[in-house]
């Protein structure tokens, strides 16, 4: 079987106020205290585009390849449900702003981080086109109130081709697209306030046969569900037609808490939205450096070009040049990417300390990184900051501790006490042992208590003295240099 996979994404643009009216844009304000008389759908109320939400189109468009359509088309879409006031919703069918762009997303082979592939999604278009309201089902007194704080709020729907075969493959794109729209600021896209949500069309067909009836999973608000209701509707699919079945076209829910499809409403006859051209917005005229006329007034259109100009460098070019700079792996500088302000922390601590990035990058990966998750905290609440931790790396690159003893600085720092490494240092006597005679002692009084050991490695197995090293980093409590140790351990094994 092969399945085929497209989405289609409805990003919230990042605007102060709505796409069509002057209301408030915010999260979780008081019901319907965010709402315009137009947004109502109140008689005679009239829609007045709004720039910003215009330029963030073009922006993501851009960003994303496309063909940014000179002159663009506003349509009714209409559908009756409660917390669509109007009975329409104004929308982009005919001619979107933008066309035929690519998005370029990379996934692991097999897990494997150090095994990337680049693959590429089509993209068909980008609309401009408003949310409705929110209708909120009270099941105990068998009532839906509505909601219309966010109808009205202006989203860019982008439609993706049936590129991609799986979950996986699913999920990568869309985290390359959340990290486009941060990026270039047209979507803050937190998944979890409803500002970036994936409808996900899936179909089975055979090699070589036209592509099977295709199921639309609606509303999928995060990127691991996404792959995970990708994956189950692939598979029940598939199982269904073996077992005989056939696919209904319908739409479908992705249960989070079952890990399954669930089907929402059946699209028995295709529904008729009786798309017309919405009458009171007229056609959407955008220019570039050309056409744009010598006696236009500036502030009153939008010049494609100039939004061009100030595109910030893209995720892709970003990772690039920290692989260039740093000389990190390119498997790192996704890491470093994915996770919200994680580069700016590791800069700042390339830029304090003496330590080279390759080895601050294992430091900030496996010991910063694997702290917050089991924490549950994003990179700004980390107690330990970037200066703490370059003060601790400096330490450690000055000799000064060893890193037994600054892994055990960090389990301190974590705690939030306001002590500086050195104070901590200090306090639990982690100082690495500058006592070559001492170390000596130490290292004699391990090799007499291993006789086993000792003959092992006297008779060619080399492995053993890492065992030795070992009891002599337990012994100093992690206060001696390893490097030294295995040079005094090999020294005395070798009289």
Known sequence: WEPVVGLEIHAQISSNSKLFSGSQVQFAAPPNSLVSFFDASLPGTLPVLNRRCVEAAVMTGLALNCSINKKSLFDRKHYFYADLPAGYQITQQRVPIAVNGSLSYSLCVDNKMSQMVTKTVRIKQIQLEQDS????????????????????VGLMEVVMEPDMCCGEEAAAAVRELQ????????????????????????SVHHPGEPYGVRTEVKNINSIRFLAKA???????????????????????????????????????????????????LPPLILYDAKSLPANMNHQQVVNIDLIHERLPDLPSVKRAKLVERYGILPEHSFTLLNEDGLTEFFENVVKQTQMKPKKVIGWILNDLLSYLKQHSLTVKESPVSSFLLADLLNLLEKKEISSTAAKH???ELWKGERKTPLEIVKEKKLELIQDQKELEQICQAVIDGQENEVMAIKAGNLKVLNK???LVQRETRGRSNPVVVKQLLEKKLSQ
């Open 133 to 152: 309201g929110k209708s909120l089902h009270d099941d105990t007194r068998s009532q839906t109130l509505v909601d219309l704080n966010r109808a009205g």
């Open 179 to 202: 990290l486009i729209l941060q990026t270039l600021g047209s979507s803050q896209a937190v998944m979890a306030e409803g500002q970036l949500r994936v409808d996900a069309n899936v």
């Open 468 to 470: 030795l090293i070992g």
């Open 230 to 280: 990708v994956d189950y509707e692939i598979q029940r699919q598939i199982e269904e037609l073996e077992s005989g079945g056939t696919i209904l076209n319908e739409t479908r829910a992705f249960d989070a808490k079952l890990g399954c499809t669930v089907p929402m409403r059946d699209k028995e006859g295709k529904q008729d939205y009786r798309f017309m051209p919405e009458p009171n």
């Open 409 to 411: 600085v960090l389990a």
